[in-house]
């Protein structure tokens, strides 16, 4: 998958609001994420793509791109935040650990 940025993905628990059945087990996870800044969330939801690269420490390493990149660009910066939706709810928080 090409990619607009590489993320440190933390999948929420069930018991956290997150999804039922685990973290998604397809090679590539499409849902919809918005970004933070500021500590507050922006208003767009931009379709992101997640693919799974393996396990760190903290969660999962997760090549990122969006359907529309040049709407997601501007805001994929290194340590830059984005909460992984599923309709209204938040499954996982992403923090950016490499932009291209």
């Known amino acids: 998958m090409r990619c607009l940025a590489r993320a440190l993905v933390r999948w ?13 087990t397809a090679p590539v996870y499409a849902a919809t994420a918005v970004f933070v800044e500021g500590g507050q969330r922006t208003a767009d939801h931009l379709s992101i793509l997640l ?4 396990g760190l420490e903290d969660g999962r390493l997760c090549a990122v791109d969006f ?3 040049e ?9 830059g935040e984005l909460l992984v939706m599923e309709g209204p709810k938040v499954v996982a928080t992403a923090r950016v650990i490499e932009a291209r």
């Open 12 to 24: 929420k628990s069930a018991e956290e609001g997150g999804r039922v059945s685990g973290p998604p």
């Open 51 to 54: 693919q799974d690269l393996g």
């Open 67 to 69: 359907l529309v990149r």
């Open 71 to 79: 709407l997601a660009a501007p805001h994929l910066v290194v340590g």
